[in-house]
């Protein structure tokens, strides 16, 4: 099991006019391998969930185990867990700080102990997996397109070989060719590497294209944890908390109203394609 929490809890400004319980016990495994998405909506406790993850924020209480440690037991190498379980940021600004792209992607490997050659080799294909070509190494990473922000900071983090790889709202403000490319790259690399990768994201529809579980926050609290199609299957109680399904989940709740034999559970557009197309079949009707 990569990582376990166990009765975790998170309190800002405890004992104070400003307290807030962004953690309520929250008890998750997150199994090596998986993709995952975690939704909810401003203020459900999501990004302070992921802050937890790898040592950013100290539970209030409760404990989290990265590969059957805990990390916070006294002697726990804290640097060692970053180096594991990386985190990108929803503002890749925030993450750029050297002078040029290479020496940016270069620094989480220097920072483990490899020497300079070895550190620009871990750089180069870390860029190479996010689609930055070579021309762009030497080129302030303040001069580059959103777009190409969010693939150095997440190259930053992939030259460190993470096991876990999570990714806060990765494709905000991209326009849709953008975020495709982008949620295309993380899919092959989850896929290729094997890497546990963890989504945070309030698109549903890049949720269930991309992971295959869902975990819903609500009020520091995990509302729902199943398959993309087990969570919508609520997208009622979903929208009474300020969340929504995909939209064709919408569309395929219409057309069984209207008397069609479709899949309510289809969340996708192939699955939704595949089951009004088979539905058209059933009544006769010709598309």
């Known amino acids: 099991m990569s990582i376990v929490l166990e009765h975790v809890s998170y309190t ?27 939704i ?3 203020g459900s406790g ?3 969930l992921v ?17 059957g440690e805990d990390i ?3 002697d726990y190498d804290m640097r060692r867990l970053r180096g594991k379980v990386g985190l990108v940021f929803q503002y890749p600004e925030h993450q750029l700080f050297e002078v040029d792209v290479l020496s940016d992607v270069c620094f989480g490997p220097k920072n483990q102990g490899l020497s300079p050659e070895e550190a620009k080799e871990r750089a180069r294909e870390a860029l190479r997996m ?16 959103g777009g190409q922000k969010r693939r150095v900071a997440i190259a930053g983090v992939l030259a460190m070989e993470p096991e876990v790889l999570i990714l806060d709202e990765p494709t905000a403000g991209l326009d849709p060719k953008g975020r495709d490319e ?18 945070v994201s309030h698109s549903m529809e890049d949720v269930a294209k991309y992971v295959e579980r869902i975990i819903v926050m609500n009020q520091g609290e995990v509302l729902h944890d199943g398959a993309p199609r087990e969570v919508f299957r609520h997208y009622k109680e979903l929208e009474s908390v300020g969340l929504a399904a995909p939209q064709v989940t919408y569309i395929v709740h219409t057309l069984k109203d209207k008397g069609f034999d479709v899949d309510g559970d289809a969340t996708t557009i192939e699955e939704a394609k595949e089951t009004i197309l088979e539905a058209f079949r059933k009544k006769g009707r010709k598309l």
């Open 12 to 38: 800002y400004s405890p004992e104070t006019a400003y307290e807030i319980h962004a953690l309520k016990d929250v008890n998750l495994e997150i199994p090596d391998g998986q993709f995952i998405g975690l």
């Open 40 to 42: 909810g909506h401003t």
């Open 46 to 48: 999501k990004s302070t």
């Open 51 to 67: 802050q937890h993850l790898n040592g950013l924020v100290r539970a209030t209480s409760g404990h989290i185990y990265f590969n």
């Open 72 to 74: 916070y037991a006294k």
């Open 130 to 145: 996010v689609g930055i070509s070579e021309e762009y190494e030497k080129q302030s990473p303040f001069e580059l397109s």
């Open 182 to 199: 982008i949620l295309d790259e993380i899919s092959y690399l989850h896929k290729e590497r094997g890497i546990t990768v963890i989504l």
